[in-house]
């Protein structure tokens, strides 16, 4: 009897493991679906580098191609808001996103979040000066909404400009590949420290392992 028994839970067991061994899985087999062919990449106007060119560059840009490459595919990408992309996303009409979106996003409900894949150092930089010990009632150059209030709790005045490229001795707040790029020295201190994720449809198991392996090795 004992070894009936034994044999029963060992066939049982056998076919439970016969049964997982394509786990995880995706509901739309969007991995199946995108190596070796199309990865269709939103990319949303938060990210400062979307409105760079036609082909965006720098960046978080740079992980997507990599992993793109990593899969052998070509990407298409899509520009739009936040909220349209994520509206693609859960249609399935995109297989993962970028721009703006972090572990803490509003739309963390209707959209898988990947693990922090890019961290970026904002920072309050001065041009033709130096950054003071003290910022309270200083007024700091800001592009960005979400910077202007870090800017703020540290109690400095945020004056928005839709370029971040201003004349004179300035205080200015912003990412540091920002930074980089108008040649603004990073002499000064950092403000806050931002991690971005991917957004991928829900339910799509096995290109988000996928992806978060690829994390685990290029991610920073």
Not at 41 to 60: C, I, M
Not at 111 to 137: H, M, Q, W
Request: proline content about 5%; aromatic content about 10%.
């Amino acid at each position: 009897m004992k070894k009936i028994l034994f044999l029963f839970f060992f066939v049982t067991f056998i076919v439970f493991l016969g049964g997982c061994s394509y786990f995880p899985k995706d509901a739309n087999q969007t991995l199946e679906e995108v190596q070796n062919n199309i990865l269709k990449v939103g990319l949303s106007g938060y990210d400062p580098d979307a409105d760079v060119s036609p082909e965006p560059v720098n960046g978080q840009i740079g992980f997507v191609r990599q992993f793109a490459r990593e899969i052998n595919a070509k990407i298409l990408w899509v520009k739009g808001s936040q909220g349209d992309i994520t509206e693609l996303l859960r249609h399935h009409e995109l297989h993962m996103a970028i721009g703006g979106y972090t572990p803490d996003s509003p739309f963390k409900q209707e959209v898988t979040l990947s693990k922090p894949y890019f961290t970026e150092k904002i920072r309050i930089a001065g041009r033709g000066r130096t950054v003071p010990d003290r910022i309270k009632n200083e007024q700091v150059i800001v592009t960005d909404y979400l910077i202007a209030m870090y800017v703020r709790k540290l109690g400095a005045i945020p004056v928005m400009s839709s370029d971040s490229v201003v004349p004179g001795n300035i205080l200015i707040a912003a990412g540091e590949n920002e930074l980089n790029r108008i040649g603004v020295p990073q002499n000064g201190r950092i403000l806050h420290k931002l991690e971005y994720v991917v957004a991928v449809p829900m339910g799509e198991n096995a290109f988000l392992t996928t992806l978060e392996k690829f994390i685990d090795q290029y991610g920073k």
